[in-house]
């Protein structure tokens, strides 16, 4: 359909439209507009010209209909217009004649300022909010006004203009709380903390027990130690000042002060026993605290509310299932899972579980079923099958798995890494570098591919300079990642530079528990003579985590060394 053809009766329709509202009208408060040829020609006119893109004809047309008829409907739509062309003047003429005609239209007031602030015209916008405040002053809606301010001049680029803007409208006003609280939102906005502070506690000062200053003061504290000092002392005075005891929560909870935390939110859940949001808070807590006979409770209230947490709660509760080895209620839990986020994290649970029953063959037929909605949840699902595999100790199959897997999907760049290094597991080195070497390409800021094709030269002590362009590369591009630190440490070792190689080792294992980290720290201070730190670094990665003492790499350095 050409919509130009048709233009002419779509303007119809709406002039109609307009006619009829009109009639429905407050007739003392709008005029009543005679459809006369000359109007409807203007109208036709403008919208037409709108509609070929000729822009600046439909603002001069509309300009002279709203001129013609004062009717406050058309000057908003020439006003409009206007803007969207950028004919700044034009549009301020016409909601000037919108004022005019209907002064207590809200909605004129608010483009006046817009189109002030737009135009960059600083000393009307001035005028302008002035008289709208002085106006406002003696109503209900004042204090809400006078903290809209800033939402009002965000259009102004200079934002100490707008501060210096904001404290001359306010100067009448600097008793009241709202005012102070402008004053501090442009201050912040301004770059200017240490201003934005002191305009804040005024605003307190003025109303010791209002929320937002509150909030926006903990917003403005230096370090996240005073806001916490801040709020606690606030909600300890307000008890019921429930958004700055949930802000307060989650500063706990950001700071792992769980079971602190949890104290919070139950306060909350106290005022609002069926609030899902704070139930869900409540039961997660719980969960880092160990506390599973209340986290259970928690969840178990979520799936009575038919929360839209529900499956997130059945995930928790297959998970507090599976610590108690109950695995058919695990099973039970995830297959409610339904269709959405967290249906493919359930179904790979669900294999899992099966694998502890003893049933790997059950799991991966379960996988291969699974629906997948898109070629990404299928990766996911392959991957899945091939960890199965992996823990199993079945690296053949793993390799099988995935190797079929790539070649339905021969870019699918995680299948590519994970193929790697599952062809390094079974001796296929020339694919292992094929596959990373195609990923690089593909994904030139990969820095998982630089590193594992640079640790498996090291490991293999072959072609170190080529080992460390690709280290170097990987540390470029994630610094802070301990297994590439770990590589660089491993290939510092293999170089000789067996002090470089402590530091870089010991950073890593700092940075993350990992056991091959543990055993490439130990052997390096093994062959430093520091050999009472290499066993104890040993003794500590098999104590931290039952896992670590099936770690192939920790195990045979171990044994290597300290049998």
């Known amino acids: 359909m050409n919509f130009r053809l048709f233009a002419p009766l779509f303007a119809a329709f709406w002039l109609a439209a307009h006619a009829a509202r009109a009639a429905e009208d407050d007739a003392s408060r709008l005029p009543r507009q005679e459809l006369t040829p000359q109007i409807l020609f203007q109208f036709l006119l403008a919208e037409i010209a709108g509609t070929r893109g000729e822009v600046g004809l439909a603002v001069e047309a509309y300009r002279d209909l709203a001129r013609n008829t004062r009717d406050p409907r058309i000057a908003r739509r020439a006003a409009e217009i206007a803007f969207y062309a950028r004919r700044y003047d034009i549009a301020i003429e016409s909601a000037r004649l919108w004022i005019e005609v209907e002064p207590e239209s809200a909605l004129a007031q608010q483009m006046m300022t817009a189109l002030l602030a737009a135009a960059g015209r600083i000393e009307e916008l001035a005028a302008h909010l002035s008289r709208q405040l002085a106006a406002e002053k003696a109503g209900a809606g004042f204090g809400p006004s006078l903290m809209h301010l800033n939402r009002q001049l965000a259009r102004l680029p200079d934002k100490r203009a707008t501060l210096r803007l904001v404290e001359q409208l306010t100067v009448p006003y600097t008793d009241i709380a709202e005012a ?132 997130g709660a059945r995930i928790y509760l297959g998970q507090i299932a599976e610590e108690g080895k109950r695995w058919d209620e695990a099973l039970k839990w ?172 010991r950073r890593a294992l700092a940075l993350r528990a990992d056991p091959e980290i543990a055993a490439h720290l130990g052997e390096v201070l093994w062959a430093a003579g520091q050999r009472d730190e290499a066993r104890k670094t040993w003794e500590d990665a098999l104590k931290a985590n039952p896992a670590n003492a099936a770690n192939e790499t920790l195990l045979g350095t171990i044994r290597k060394f300290h049998p």
Do not use: C
């Open 180 to 311: 102070r609280f402008a004053r501090a939102q442009a201050a912040h906005n301004a770059g200017d903390q240490a201003l934005a502070v002191a305009e804040i506690d005024e605003a307190l000062s003025l109303r010791p027990d209002w929320e937002p200053a509150a909030l926006m003061r903990a917003q403005l504290a230096a370090k996240v130690v005073d806001a916490l000092d801040f709020l606690g002392r606030f909600v300890s005075a307000n008890p019921k000042a429930s958004e700055a005891r949930l802000a307060y929560a989650r500063l706990l909870v950001g700071e792992r002060r769980y079971a602190d935390a949890r104290r919070e939110f139950g306060e909350l859940l106290a005022a609002a026993p069926d609030n899902v949001d704070t139930i869900y808070a409540v039961a997660v807590l719980s969960l880092q605290l160990n506390d599973l006979k209340a986290a259970e409770a928690h969840l178990m209230r979520l799936i009575e509310l038919n929360s839209p947490e529900i499956n």
């Open 334 to 505: 995830y297959e409610e899972v339904a269709p959405g986020a967290q249906y493919l994290p359930a179904r790979l649970r669900i294999a899992h579980v099966l694998v502890r029953q003893g049933k790997l063959d059950e799991a991966r037929r379960h996988l291969r079923e699974t629906a997948a909605a898109d070629p990404r949840e299928r990766t996911q699902l392959l991957i899945g099958e091939a960890q199965l595999l992996r823990e199993a100790g079945r690296h053949a199959d793993v390799f099988a798995v995935l190797d079929g897997g790539l070649a339905a999907q021969p870019d699918q760049p995680e299948l590519l890494y994970e193929t790697a290094l599952a062809a390094e597991r079974v001796g296929r080195i020339e694919q292992m570098e094929r596959n990373l070497r195609r990923l690089i390409e593909l994904k030139p800021d990969h820095a998982h591919a630089y590193n594992a094709l640079g640790y498996s030269l090291v490991d293999r002590n072959v072609r170190l300079d080529e080992a460390q362009a690709l280290i170097e590369k990987a540390v470029q591009l994630s610094p802070q990642d301990p297994y590439i630190l770990d590589s660089k440490g491993w290939l510092l070792f293999r170089r000789g530079d067996t002090a470089g190689a402590l530091e870089i080792l």
